[in-house]
C-alpha cells in the first residue's frame, strides 16, 4: 500500500467523527420534532373528539393533506418516497451510483418524513434517519475529496449511524451495517461505523437524550422449560412476518397499477383512510411508539381490542408505505410485534403455570422475531430489541425466537423485505 491510499485510509476516519456528529444532530433533531408533532397531533385530536359531530373530519383532513403535501416533497428528489434502506443497499451492491446531489436528500427526507409521521401515517423514524445519515456521509466524503471507495464506505456506515440514532442503539446500528447491508464483516467497515454510532448517539443524546426507548421494569429470566414456547411463538410470528411482506410488496403493486391516479392524489385518500382510523382511536395510527410503550408497561387490553388492534395495524402500515411518502418501516413493525406477543400471551395465559414469562416478555419477544421474520437480520433484531428495552433477561428467548421466525419465513419462500424492495426500484423506469 503505498504512502498516499495509508493518508487517504487514515483520512477517512477522521471525516467519519465530524460526519457522524452531524448525523447525531440532524436525527436528533428529526426525533425531536417528531415528538413535538405527535403532541400537536394529540391536542388536535382531543379538541375535534369535543366538537362531535363532524368533528371527525379534521383528522381526516390532517392526514389527508399531510400525506399529500408528503409524497409531493418526495416527488421532486429521486429515492425520497418510501424507507431509504433499499437505495442505501443498492449502493453499496454497487447496483447504483452514489447519489449526485445527495443534499437534496436532507430536506426532503427531513420535511417530508415529518409532515407524514407527524400527520398520523403509520411510518418509521428510522428510514428517514437512516438514508439522511448516508447522505451524509457520502457527501462528506466528496466534500473532503476521499477516493470512491471510501466515499461508498462512509454511505453504508453511516447508514449504520442512522439508525443508532433513530433508536439509541450503537451496536444495532453496527449490525444493522453488517447483516443487514453490506452482509459481510469489513473490518475497515466496521471501525467506520462504530465512529459514526459513537459520535452520533452521543451528540444526539444531547437533544432526545441516551435512556432506552422503551425501558421495561424488572423482566424474570423465563424458566428453561418454555424455551420450546418461544420457538413455537416464533414460528408463528415468521408466518406473520411473511405475510406482512407479501402485503407490504402487494399494495405497493396495486398503487403502481393505479396510473389513471395522480400519485398526490393517492397519497392524499390514503391519508384520509388513516385519519378516519385515527378520528375512532388514535392508538391505530402513527408510527406505534406510544402503543408499543403501554404494552411494555403492562398494559393488557382484551383480547378482543389487541386482535383489532393487530388486524387494522397490519394493514394500515403497508397502506400508509404505498403512499410514495418519505417513511419507514422499523417502528410500525416493533408495535406491530408488541402486539403480537402480548396477543400470544393472553390467548396462552390460561394453559401457562403460574410464574412462567409475563405479557412483557412475549410483548418484547415479538417486537425481536416480526422484525427478524421481515428483515431477515435475526441478531440486529435481537440486539436493536435489548438495547431499546434494557431486557438484558431475555435474550435467550429472543434468540430462539428470531432463529425459528427466520427459518419459518424462508421456508415459506418469502423474501427479505428490502431484496423486494431494492429489486422493485432497480427495475422501475
Not at 263 to 278: K, Q, Y
Not at 331 to 340: I, N, Q, S, V
Request: charged residues 15%; aromatic residues 6%; contains cysteine.
Amino acid at each position: 500500500m503505498t504512502a498516499g491510499r495509508v493518508r487517504d485510509g487514515y483520512r477517512a476516519y477522521l471525516v467519519a467523527v465530524p460526519a457522524g456528529c452531524l448525523v447525531g444532530l440532524v436525527g436528533g433533531a428529526f426525533r425531536w420534532c417528531l415528538e413535538r408533532a405527535d403532541r400537536l397531533r394529540s391536542s388536535v385530536l382531543e379538541a375535534a373528539a369535543g366538537l362531535g359531530g363532524p368533528g371527525w373530519l379534521i383528522p381526516m383532513a390532517l392526514a389527508a393533506a399531510g400525506a399529500a403535501v408528503a409524497c409531493a416533497i418526495a416527488r421532486r428528489v429521486p429515492h425520497a418516497a418510501g424507507s431509504g434502506i433499499q437505495h442505501v443497499e443498492a449502493v453499496w451492491r454497487e447496483e447504483v451510483e452514489l447519489p449526485g446531489r445527495s443534499m437534496w436528500l436532507l430536506p426532503a427526507k427531513f420535511f417530508g418524513g415529518l409532515i407524514a409521521i407527524g400527520s398520523g401515517l403509520v411510518l418509521g423514524r428510522e428510514g428517514p434517519i437512516v438514508h439522511m445519515g448516508a447522505s451524509i456521509g457520502s457527501e462528506a466524503g466528496r466534500r473532503t475529496r476521499l477516493g470512491a471507495e471510501d466515499t461508498r464506505l462512509l454511505h453504508t456506515a453511516l447508514s449504520g449511524a442512522g439508525l443508532a440514532v433513530a433508536f439509541t442503539a450503537p451496536l444495532g446500528g453496527l449490525l444493522f451495517v453488517c447483516e443487514e447491508v453490506a452482509r459481510t464483516v469489513r473490518p475497515r467497515l466496521v471501525l467506520l461505523t462504530l465512529l459514526g454510532t459513537a459520535t452520533g448517539v452521543a451528540c444526539s443524546s444531547f437533544l432526545v437524550g441516551d435512556a432506552p426507548v422503551f425501558p421495561v421494569s424488572d423482566v424474570p429470566v423465563p424458566p428453561v422449560w418454555m424455551l420450546p414456547v418461544f420457538l413455537l411463538f416464533g414460528a408463528a410470528a415468521g408466518v406473520l412476518g411473511a405475510a406482512y411482506s407479501g402485503l407490504v410488496v402487494g399494495m405497493l403493486t396495486v398503487c403502481d397499477r393505479l396510473t389513471r391516479v395522480p400519485v398526490v392524489v393517492r397519497a392524499a385518500v390514503i391519508g384520509a383512510v388513516v385519519g378516519l382510523l385515527m378520528a375512532y382511536d388514535p392508538l391505530l395510527a402513527g408510527g406505534g411508539d406510544q402503543l408499543s410503550a403501554r404494552l411494555l408497561a403492562g398494559a393488557s387490553p382484551a383480547v378482543a381490542a389487541l386482535a383489532a388492534y393487530l388486524a387494522v395495524r397490519f394493514v394500515a402500515g403497508p397502506l400508509s408505505y404505498s403512499a410514495a411518502t418519505p417513511g419507514g418501516l422499523f417502528a410500525p413493525l416493533l408495535a406491530l410485534g408488541a402486539l403480537w406477543g402480548t396477543l400470544a400471551h393472553a390467548v396462552a395465559a390460561p394453559l401457562l403455570p403460574v410464574h412462567s414469562a409475563g405479557p412483557g416478555a412475549f410483548a418484547v419477544a415479538g417486537m425481536a422475531a416480526l422484525f427478524a421474520g421481515v428483515v431477515r437480520a435475526p441478531v440486529t433484531g435481537v440486539v436493536l430489541v435489548v438495547e431499546m428495552t434494557g431486557a438484558t433477561p431475555l435474550l435467550v428467548p429472543l434468540l430462539i425466537a428470531c432463529f425459528a421466525a427466520t427459518v419459518t419465513a424462508d421456508r415459506l419462500g418469502s423474501e427479505p423485505i428490502y431484496d423486494s424492495l431494492r429489486r422493485r426500484m432497480l427495475n422501475r423506469p
